[in-house]
Structures are given as C-alpha cells and as structure tokens.
C-alpha cells in the first residue's frame, strides 16, 4: 500500500475516509503477517497521540506467541459465556450471532497498558483531573487504530477479559493496568457495516442527538 511523506499534506478527503472505513474486527482476518515497516509506522502514530503533561504513559506488548494467545483466548470465551448467562429471549439469540474476538486469527495481539507513574511525581494538567493519563492511552489508541487502517490492516478491541488475568498472563507489573488488547492483521476486507449495528444489537445515534448548545440538554434516555 502506497503511504504519503510524512512532509506531503494528507487531503481532509482521505482522512475522513480513513475515518469512515475504521472497524472493529472479528472475523476479516487473514492471518498474515504485517510487514515490519509497516508496524513500525502504525506504532510511531500511537506513540505520536497527546499525552498529559507530555507523560506518554502507554506501553505497548507485541504478543506473537501462539500459546499465549491461545490462553487469552479461552480466557476471553469464558467471559463471554458468562455473559451470555445473563441475557435473554431476543437478546440472547442476537449475542449468540457475535463473534467477539479475533485473537487466534488476527495474528498478532498488542496489549495496551498505562502506567500512572510516567511522569510522576508532577504531572502537569493531572492535579484536577485523575483519569487523564487513561484518556491519553485511549488516544493513543485511537491512533494506532486509524494509522492501521490506512495501512489495510483491521483491528479489533477486545474488552471480554479480566484485568487481573491479563496482567498475569503477561508479566504486566501490579501498579500498570491493562487497558486493551487488540488484535492487528491484514483482513480480506473491511466490513461497510459494523458487526453490532449488521446483527440488530445496537444502532448509531444520529449526530443531532449528542449535540447540544451552551447547557447540556436533558431529554428522554436512548
């Protein structure tokens, strides 16, 4: 896949179809390997994102081996049928229909953690606001999660897992949390639907539902 310089301007076009295209991904993997250049730009975008008072407080673990993947994934089946217990009738039936993780087929799992201490003791622009260091790791991966799809590649985050286990599975130290785990590859394609809103489980709220003006309006719950 051709990719600008990074000193050639990207059109607002092809931004907002990166932006477009971007899906959470379950079953398009192909499980290819990324080429090595090509992780390397995706990862240098995450590294790029904004952080608290420049504290940069991810880590990222490249998890490749095949065992260790396999372990998550049994992991995350369990949770998922525990899940599924709690549900019901329609409901039920339409979760059964989802697959929710790409772990074993997408290839390659990259953890991502926070650590709170990066940076410490001072951490400019946290003193109000604790959960800073977190929101700069999600934009951290909201980067690695476009940067990846210009590239062709899916990603899918996978959120049925405790932390507790993942953090022994992969030696992450008791003060760092485990914030998610994605599965990264070369998929066949790139669904035009997501998979919640294709299966009837939920749909997106229209943008003029979400807009308000001066005050936060209250209106009927959705």
Known sequence: MTTARSTDPMPAADLYDVLARRRDVRS???GGEIPADVLHR???AAHSAPSVGLSQPWDFVLVRDES??????EHV???RSVFAAELSGERADTFSKIKVEGIVESGLGIAVTYDPDRGSPAVLGRHAIADAG???VCLAIQNL???ATAEGLGVGWVSFYREDFLRRLLDIPSGVRPVAWLCVGPVDALAETPDLERHGWRR????EDVVHHDKYRRGEPR
């Open 68 to 73: 260790t993947r396999r372990a998550f994934r």
């Open 134 to 136: 977190l929101y700069s």
């Open 145 to 147: 999660w476009l940067a």
């Open 28 to 30: 398009e993997f192909t």
């Open 42 to 44: 995706v990862l240098t």
């Open 77 to 79: 089946l369990a949770e």
């Open 204 to 207: 997106r709220a229209p943008l």
